[in-house]
């Protein structure tokens, strides 16, 4: 028999150790000779997505998968699962009871979800088209290479799929509208710019699966009438880059891009563009600007870039994870892709799931689950089973979501019509060590730094509000204060150019909305209930909880912290920088914090 | 077609950008970075209104917004009246050296803003019509330089530019005068570096620069003009009273 050894090798599972591994594998199976009783083959794939527990390594046809797998666990990976088909208990998963977990769809982080843009990542070598066209790949690409663009266009609709990097707008317009121009030549764009701290997915799909953002790409083409396409990927994801720069090269070489697209007669060339760096070039008219050798900054729309677009000419431009999709609507139908998901937002959406969550890593689900699903089912809970508090949805320009809002249904209207949005799918999950003045004080620097400067009210408006944010987390918070980052907010969401700008408040609103006491105590009382905020933070040990472990002696960078072993502990205040460190260290919950008076 | 302007109805065509409606129907809309020369910014976000098409209301600018049937745009509103206020405010903060955004912020009764610090000295609102100008009518000497908060305007590396002409077109397009230029008898000073100034041949009068002429006489394909305005139109009229008589 044969079987089959995937090496998970995306960014986080290489970070780790993947590639030698891969390496230890290929070098048993080759020590072993000609006479093993089992032939086997090494692949390196793309991401699992569960990068937390990386390296992955998963046995075929037995599917055992193996999680933190180091090069001296082959060895014995070989003898047991290899040669004789039995587990490595060690190396298996633990479900939350504690059983060990063989097979990947029973392990309670992959059990829930339902993978259609993420299909192949995990099953098949990025760098080979034959995995792909072996995975059914390129067949809707042959197919709709049959279809007119009407056709094409027609299945895009029914499936109700709307764009994943943020806005949400259904692809199917976008296409419609760039078909019906008579202005020629048209081009098509991927947007792989991914910038959102703690978002990965796209990444993921461009390293672990190129050729399926190609072939989605490449219908698009066919259902407007382009011939030329760019791959904007972000300069900081190499491998990306260099996966789909190596796919490209592949699928021309074996006639299915290029001059004559599956034999067809029609010519689609596509090529990479490698971003600069800057996060506002994720808005479609900045990423256009940028592809063409300008400055990365957005400009008015309309005209739409389905209208004017690169240079001049009717434009095309689909995030990654929209892509990823286009080749199963087609295969499959766009009635069957719409059969997952809720009335306003079909199929599945892939979220980075972050955080103070026990389980992190990209998840796939079907529109509609609901957080509490998302977080307590699929990502196990909250870290030491503290407190939920809140999760931040959609990146730095999302909105934050409390508590008594988790059962709320994950989709693309539910998340607007409460401050937030479904963003490229980021969710930052948090807990009650987090202080919520903090976090938006966080986002607000991040896109205070990431706004291109062109329009007053993002480029002045967001310095403003981070100053006022600073002064309130350093505890020189003022009456009216919450009131005037509202004003500033609401301006913001109104008057910006571009979406950066119109989205850059919600952090600060929702948080406002949801959490106002929290500021009120920042404000009035000088403290942070959070106690996150150093200035306005002191830490005390409870002489009566302490067990005198030591642990949080050790932790502090300072030597603040005096006492014997088995004695209460005590903080010496003139030596503490309220970094917290002993409060995370300690596992009785003895570490307290108060309020102090800004210094 | 028509559309209506603060309860004004405007006759207009299709693809019009709002501000010019709006202008000739002498309903008045603040700018700073529009320039009918160099339309287009929609950096300034002075010039915002609300538009209210099928029921539903939106913030826009008036600038670059293509007019379309039937829409109702009041340039005026509490909303707009508050945020215009706002961005003025914001303005005022980052120019506070600029004469015009401190009487625009009291026109438009922006508020006072004392809760926050003054970003820079100065009376640059980086609208970006210098850039433009320098970049269409000139050479491209100057540019926005780093992105979001630290923005700027500046000569590459802030070194006197290579290529500058010294014609003076970023200085004349700024809304609020924040460009240096100074002149003497015989020199203009931009952007750190000192130009000749060229005299007309007939009268004397200062004519530009001497890289200004030169560059326009490159760019028309004729010869580095000698003489002012004034005294060419003069020439040419000795040049017909000669063919023609008196």
Not at chain 1, 381 to 409: W, Y
């Amino acid at each position: 028999m044969t079987r089959t050894i995937l090496v998970c090798c995306g960014t986080g599972c290489l970070a780790n150790g993947s590639l030698e591994v891969a390496d230890e594998f290929r070098r048993l199976i080759e020590a072993r000779g000609a006479d093993a009783r089992v032939e086997c083959q090494v692949k390196r794939t793309g991401c699992n997505g569960f990068c937390e527990n990386g390296p992955i390594v998963k046995i075929l046809p037995d599917d055992i998968i193996y999680y933190k797998v180091r090069r001296r666990d082959v060895q014995e990976i070989m003898d047991k699962t290899v040669a004789e088909g039995q587990a490595v208990e060690r190396l298996l998963y633990r479900d939350d009871g504690g059983r060990p977990v063989l097979h990947q769809h029973e392990n309670p982080f992959y059990a829930p979800q339902h993978k259609i843009a993420l299909r192949n990542i995990g099953a098949i070598d990025p760098t080979r088209v034959e995995d792909y066209l072996e995975a059914g790949g390129y067949q809707a690409l042959r197919m709709a290479l049959e279809m007119t663009p009407a056709e094409i266009i027609e299945q895009v609709k029914r499936s109700g799929l709307r764009g994943r990097g943020g806005a949400g707008f259904p692809t199917w317009r976008k296409w419609q509208a760039a078909a019906e121009q008579e202005n020629f030549p048209k081009y098509v764009a991927c947007n792989g710019d991914e910038g959102d701290p703690g978002a990965f997915m796209d990444r993921s799909v461009l390293e672990g699966d190129p050729h399926t953002v190609l072939e989605g790409l490449a219908i698009c083409a066919l259902a407007i009438g382009a011939e030329e396409g760019f791959l904007y990927i972000r300069d900081e994801y190499g491998l990306a880059v260099r996966n789909i720069t190596a796919a490209i090269a592949d699928a021309e070489r074996h006639g299915i891009l290029g001059e004559n697209v599956l034999g067809s007669g029609r010519r689609l060339k596509l090529s990479v563009v490698r971003g600069g760096g800057a996060f506002v070039c994720g808005e479609e008219t900045a990423l256009i600007a940028s592809i063409e050798g300008s400055c990365g900054e957005p400009r008015p729309r309309p005209p739409f870039p389905a209208e004017r677009g690169l240079f001049g000419q009717p434009t095309v431009l689909n995030n990654v994870e929209t892509l990823a999709n286009i080749p199963v609507i087609l295969k499959d139908g766009g009635d069957a892709f719409a059969a997952v998901g809720t009335e306003g937002s079909k199929g599945t959406k892939v979220f980075a799931l972050v955080g103070k969550v026990k389980r992190t890593g990209l998840v796939e689900i079907p529109m509609g689950a609901t957080l509490r699903h998302l977080i307590f089912d699929i990502g196990g809970g909250i870290q030491n089973d503290r407190p939920f508090k809140a999760v931040q949805t959609g990146g730095p320009s999302g909105g934050c979501i409390p508590a008594h809002m988790l059962d709320l249904p994950v989709d693309f209207d539910t998340l607007k019509s409460h401050g937030a949005m479904m963003g490229s799918g980021g969710m930052i999950v948090m807990d009650d060590r987090s202080c919520m003045v903090e976090v938006a004080r966080y986002y607000i620097n991040f896109l205070a730094e990431e706004s291109c400067g062109k329009c007053t009210p993002c480029r002045e408006g967001l310095r403003k509000m981070l100053e006022i944010l600073t002064d309130i987390c350093e505890g020189r918070g003022q009456e009216g204060d919450i009131e005037l980052l509202e004003e500033l907010g609401h301006t913001l969401q109104d008057s910006c150019l571009c979406a950066l700008g119109k989205t850059a408040p919600n952090p600060v609103l929702t948080t406002i909305q949801y959490f106002r006491e929290e500021y009120e105590a920042h404000i009035r009382e000088h403290r942070c209930p959070a106690g996150v905020c150093v200035k306005l933070t002191s830490f005390r040990i409870d002489g009566a909880r302490c067990r005198g472990c030591t642990a949080c002696a050790r932790a502090c960078p300072t030597g603040a912290i005096s006492g014997g072993v088995k004695q209460p502990h005590v903080i010496d205040p003139a030596k503490c920088i309220s970094c917290g460190s002993c409060r995370e260290a300690c596992r009785f919950d003895a570490v307290e914090t108060e309020g102090r008076e800004a210094v | 077609m028509t559309i209506t302007i603060d309860g004004k109805i405007c006759s207009c065509e299709k693809g019009e950008k709002l501000l010019a409606v709006a202008r000739r129907n002498r309903i008045p809309i603040p700018t700073l970075c529009h320039h009918e020369s160099l339309p287009g910014q929609a950096s300034c976000r002075v010039c915002i209104v609300e538009v209210v098409q099928q029921g539903r209301s939106t913030v826009t600018s008036a600038c670059v917004y293509p007019v379309e049937e039937g829409i109702q745009v009041y340039t005026n509103s509490d909303r707009i009246r508050r945020e215009r206020g706002m961005i003025l405010a914001l303005l005022h903060k980052r120019a506070p050296d600029s004469r015009l955004i401190a009487d625009m912020c009291r026109i438009y009764g922006a508020p006072e803003l004392n809760r926050v610090s003054v970003s820079l000295p100065g009376k640059c609102i980086l609208c970006g019509l210098c850039v433009r100008a320098c970049a269409e009518l000139s050479v491209g000497a100057i540019s926005t330089v780093n992105r979001g908060v630290t923005k700027e305007i500046a000569t590459p590396y802030h070194e006197p530019s290579a290529v500058c002409v010294g014609c003076g077109s970023c200085a004349s397009v700024c809304p609020t005068g924040a460009i240096e230029v100074t002149e003497t008898a015989d020199t203009r000073t931009i952007w750190d570096k000192t130009f000749p100034l060229v005299r007309c041949a007939r009268c004397g009068a200062p004519i530009g620069t001497r890289e200004e002429l030169d560059h326009a006489a490159r760019k028309a394909g004729v010869e580095r003009e000698t003489l002012c305005e004034h005294c060419r139109r003069r020439s040419m009229t000795d040049v017909l009273a000669a063919a023609y008589g008196d």
